[in-house]
């Protein structure tokens, strides 16, 4: 039986983090549309990166890469 308490610890861990990711997720999605609607608003990402900015396509790929820190944290445990 001890197996199966283990496993069972495991999935409710790996439930609990799941959940902390998903509200990580959230909570950091919403920051950065806010931070895109007051802070940039004079920025179209999207036209910056069809006109083939450099900076704009950083900062985007930065932002991609903090959810993606996000999400692996939320994983980790």
Do not use: C, H, P
């Amino acid at each position: 039986m001890m197996g199966f308490e283990f496993f069972s610890a495991s999935f409710i861990n790996l439930i609990i983090n799941l959940g902390y990711t998903i509200v990580a997720l959230v909570v950091g999605v919403y920051a950065l549309i806010w931070i895109d609607r007051r802070l940039l608003k004079n920025v179209d990402i999207e036209a910056e990166l069809k006109q083939g900015n450099v900076a704009v396509a950083i900062f985007a790929s930065t932002v991609l890469m903090f959810v993606a820190i996000i999400i692996a944290f939320g994983f980790r445990g």
